[in-house]
């Protein structure tokens, strides 16, 4: 009940939004920034605080740290997103009917935007920036293990708000409460957007709960399809890229499945994943052809668990195929449609891949890390859309706004 | 179980359908128009069945029937989709990185959409020429109402797709079980898009139960405001338009909104109405203007619950407000963000109130009844979206397709 009066005031508070100027926004971030660096000491409090409670062998642990280095890092996202174009206001489509009437497309804010994610508490700032510059209010729901850094970051966003005399309701943090989680998403009323960032268990709740539309990010799944003209060191490097450079983020390489003619190739293919000391689940074929070659204790014979698993860690699965039409059943039925590539030197091939693996993103000798807003030079993003509705990919600015169809004339009815 | 195969080949087949060229699809439809109006005996027997099961005062009963020329109308729609220009594969956007890398986001078919509507059997051919045309494989679930309608005209959609050679999973009709729907809300895995047509409750019912994406179409609680600086004749025609033209139609006016120095006018502004035998539900202060001049058989006083109210019948109701800010709020808390209109010849106050008002459609001295996909200029529509993700307003082919980002490169991976 009484988030049900938070929520009408947010919803009231997006109205005034609309009619700030870029400027005082883009003002008010650069002070954000400002303030993150001046009040390093209360941040790394808190901070430490939500550490002190969480295991330090917990993978999330790094996840929740905050630095003075981290906290640089963010407040110089900060002044990125400030001077980023906003194309709030931008007439899409313009019409002229027969009849006079001028139509016109144009872009606008969603309104309300909740996001619920989990331990990173620089997500916090992240979806407050992104939000307010595209005119949208947020409510934020972060992970009870950041609670307390995510408290403090609030109190400098308002604090930043409040100096340009701007409502504080245009940044709202949710308590951990899991019952205010549930009135968010069947706030069809005030809300207009749900984003979940985080497990791909945080997101089948929202999905499966949520009567507000949602935005799914972040679950990949990726698969990256070795073909009979394939070349070699191109394979490695994509591979070992795709593998490695990060394991906890969603467009890191989960499976790779390799055209039968070039399994021969396979040692020399993952003699860097050896190194990097990633683990294989292997499928009968490559298994044998690795015995010999991979390190025994990294290699395992793969179980069907192994393929459709986003292992967020040094594994990775290896299926053999007897030609590209298999690899584009497997990734049918596996890929959580965020990111797949092809490594061939065949055109035709890649082109056939590209038209028909249904994903967010489709890669032809380029390692699937790209899945990104700064690296596609989309400027920074809130999530990567898995779904197709709306935004699918990076969501950057663009896809944080919806739009309206304005008409005027000069007394024109319909007559039929 | 046994849907959870059809889905399966549905999702398969949607695959094959992104191959098939434009100019088959052309001409299939142009078949299915001629297959209609030589079958319409066996059309219009079906459709007798369905008659013969409901109530002549039923409200549906016009919606459910088919007549030659009914059919006929479909026939021509059928031939307008056809000659669409279709922008499937239409590159959206390319970039090229300083790693060389070539990014293209490229517009595609969502896949399959599945459509749950009431007892027009014309939708069901409307949807099936949309959903083709766009590259889209349907999943009709239509009103049992129209059970025998549909049975054969899907069999004739069957008929035209056979003469092309096309896989007649490209359109499939679901049977009345109401398993079966609440199976397909939940077909994440094989269904990528579900849009309800028809009543509040049917479209509530999907938004809470589906998993599966949703774009909601249709209901419409319309207000009209006449302003203080509102011209009467201007007012008079659009008003009249908005409420009199169609009743059962979702951009029909449900509310005016008036200022209070206008309050006179009010006789003037509503005598159209009273020819029209429109029944007026009016605020105190309306209700007292009208008291002498609206025939007293067609003057009620409002209750709370006329604000908010979606008519579809000869009914509206009057609200006066003491100024703009006023009806701003009224709109806000009763409208479905449909369709809103200001009548004003104040410039200022029409900037704002289209500024401010969140629907998908405001005009400013133009009647809501434009809003519709070929009165936009946009070509066939399958519905109004009313909320803000993906679609706003009128969708027409391009709504019912999602993009993906296709990345070419020579090797490139990530290094940072």
Redesign the interface.
Known sequence: MKLDKTLYNIRKAS?AL??ITPNVINEMLLDLADILEENYDQILKANKQDLDRMDLNNPKYDRLLLTEQRIKSIASDLRNVANLPSSVGKVLQS?T?PNG?Q?EKVRVP??VIGVIYEARPNVTIDVFSLCIKSGNCCILKGGSDASSSNKVLVSLIHKALEAQGLDSAYATLLSTDRKEVDQLLHA?RYV??IIPRGSQQLIEYV??HA?V???ETGAGICHTYFDQDG?L??GK??I???KT?RVSVCNALDCILIHQSRLEDLPSLTELLAEKKVIIHADPRSYKQLTGHYPTSLLEEADEEDFGTEYLSLQLSIKTVDNMEEALDHI?LYSSRHSEAIVSENSDR?DAF???V??????????T???DGA???LGAEIGIST????A??PMALDEIT?????????????NV
């Not at 249904?358 to 390692?367: G, K, P, R, T």
């Not at 919806?402 to 319909?414: L, P």
């Open positions: 109205k609309s009619l019409i009917r009437m139509i969603f309104g069809d207009d957007l999905r499966t009567t539309p949602v935005i070349d060191e191109k490097a994509i070992t890229n795709a450079r049918d890649c590209c038209a028909q249904d994903a967010a993103a489709v890669y032809q000798n380029v390692s890390a790209f899945t690296q596609f030079g779904q197709k509705l709306h699918r990919g919806s739009y309206k169809w304005i008409v005027k004339g000069s007394g024109q009815i319909r």
